[in-house]
């Protein structure tokens, strides 16, 4: 079946540096990629959708400039978190869209982010 | 009031116990998606639903479009079914449930 390899699985940094978290289709073609992030005992948010080749779309109160998405490939989308603080220590989880409208979704088995 | 509601918000069964989850939605969808996430956070994609009943061992996933609502149940459940349980809906955008958090018990 479909899978998607995220990496890396958790990272520590020190605030202010950047963090780049890596999602990878690795026997199918993405187009459209989502990325999601989970504070403790809370659902998914959807932070931003990323289409290959083209700018992402940030849900609201997603700052673009913060965390930064690029989709070069139908293969590997990648977050960057910039300057990281605290407050975005998180998970971060990937999925890939398949099919019409990009339901069929597979996801990435997360990234937990601890900024000290 | 949030656009997508589930219930229960916890569900405790003793293992073998048929177990229902729902879940409504107040937006327009094109598909209804339920999520499982253990532990470790890993996700996994149970169904897409975008009318009536699917079916997948001992999952089975329906949908009432009219009614705005889906149902996941689990029959014959088992300790390792212990999962976070999350609907989610797409249409223009996608939301997500705040999920239900199953343990059962051996």
């Known amino acids: 079946g479909a899978v998607v390899s995220q990496h890396p699985s958790w990272v520590i940094c020190k605030s202010g540096t950047s963090v780049k978290i890596e999602c990878r289709s690795l026997?199918?073609?993405?187009?459209?990629m989502f990325w999601y992030r989970q504070f403790p005992k809370q659902s998914l948010m959807l932070m931003a959708t990323s289409n290959e080749g083209s700018k992402a779309t940030y849900e609201q109160g997603v700052e673009k400039d913060k965390f930064l998405i690029n989709h070069a490939s139908l293969t590997l989308s990648t977050l960057t978190v910039t300057s990281a603080h605290p407050e975005d220590s998180s998970f971060y989880i990937c999925s890939a869209g398949q099919g019409a409208g990009a339901n069929v979704l597979t996801f990435g088995a997360g990234s937990r982010l601890t900024v000290l | 009031k949030n656009e997508v509601e589930q219930s229960p918000q916890n569900l405790t069964a003793q293992e073998g116990e048929f177990i229902t989850i729902n879940c409504s939605y107040s937006?327009?969808?094109?598909?209804l998606h339920w999520l499982q996430q253990h532990p470790g956070g890993g996700i996994v994609s149970l169904f897409m639903?975008?009318?009536g009943k699917k079916k997948h061992g001992r999952l089975i996933a329906t949908i009432n479009i009219q009614e705005k609502h889906s149902s996941l149940h689990i029959t014959a459940s088992h300790p390792r079914d212990s999962a976070v349980y999350i609907c989610a809906v797409t249409g223009n955008d996608m939301r997500f449930g705040a999920g239900t958090r199953l343990t059962v018990k051996p």
């Open positions: 026997d199918f073609q993405a187009t459209t």
């Open positions: 937006v327009g969808i094109s598909a």
């Open positions: 639903l975008s009318s």
